[in-house]
């Protein structure tokens, strides 16, 4: 089994209370579990019914089919950012959306960290490399964003970088939209006990432990620097232009399920079925930094 971190047992202040989480313990402490999926004022008391989840994601689905033979016929490209914090959601959201597309002309991006050659280019430059070509969805698994969140907390970019990324990533995004690129942002967002929750499940999973990184574990004790850097993103690079869509991701069904919809509901595509589609629930999906906890 992957090693998960040297010092595995953390001390957190969670509102105020000291509460130790030692992430090896086979035994989720009730603290969590109790609060997970409530936490961050989740407006439900549970999960949506598989079944319903199944049958509505069937026909989601069906029409993100459609938006790709729309996307053959007239050359539209689309692109959408998937970020939020570790554990969140966005590779089961992706996964979700690309599941049935033609992966000819549907491609997930998820790029390592910078090779030597690529830190001492423009920082946009390897991801506009990436960009759809003609008739193209691309998804993105993280994204230029990364420097308004996980680089300043970490401390692998400098102060100015940081500030320089929030000046510049506007008039970036203008020129991506102008160049009739249909742009989407996503913000999955979750409560503190929910990401311990899931931590912990990744870590006792031996499918799973994979996706927990010593670089999880460190940013434990950093909730509040991310917070802050969320909240600061969310303002400063919310545009007109290249929206945030705010999808609160407690219930993993629910927040896949709605954000298909965002997409689908945005989209002027042909053969397009409202009634398939559904009406995006306002408890989940919001706008900007006001959406968030």
Not at 104 to 132: D, M, N
Request: proline letters at 4%; a positive charge.
């Amino acid at each position: 089994m992957a090693e998960v971190a040297e010092n595995r047992s953390v001390e957190l202040d969670i509102k105020g209370k000291k509460r130790v989480f030692d992430i090896d313990d086979p035994v989720l402490p009730d603290w969590i579990e109790e609060k997970a999926f409530g936490s961050d004022d989740y407006p439900y008391d549970k999960k949506l019914d598989n079944k319903e989840y199944e049958k509505t994601l069937k026909l989601l689905q069906i029409e993100l089919v459609k938006v790709q033979f729309w996307q053959q016929k007239t050359g539209k490209r689309i692109m959408a950012v998937f970020e939020g914090r570790d554990a969140a959601g966005k590779g089961g959201a992706i996964h979700a959306t690309m599941s049935y597309m033609n992966p000819r002309s549907a491609r997930i991006v998820a790029l390592t960290k910078p090779t030597e050659t690529e830190r001492g280019q423009w920082y946009f430059q390897r991801y506009v490399a990436t960009f759809p070509t003609s008739g193209e969805f691309v998804l993105f698994d993280r994204s230029w964003y990364n420097r308004a969140g996980v680089e300043p907390v970490m401390g692998f970019c400098t102060p100015e970088q940081y500030e320089r990324f929030l000046k510049e990533t506007p008039r970036f995004e203008k020129m991506i939209v102008s160049d009739d690129i249909h742009l989407f942002k996503f913000w999955l967002n979750i409560g503190r006990e929910m990401q311990l929750k899931r931590f912990h499940d990744r870590r006792h999973d031996p499918l799973k432990v994979w996706k927990l990184s010593p670089m999880d574990i460190a940013a434990l004790n950093k909730w509040d620097d991310y917070t802050e850097k969320r909240d600061r993103m969310l303002k400063e690079t919310h545009s007109d232009h290249a929206p945030w869509t705010v999808i609160r991701a407690n219930d993993k069904r629910r927040a896949r399920i709605n954000l298909i919809r965002h997409i689908l509901k945005t989209l002027d595509y042909d053969g397009k079925d409202k009634k398939a589609i559904g009406e995006i629930d306002d408890k989940i999906v919001g706008t900007g930094v006001g959406f968030v906890k």
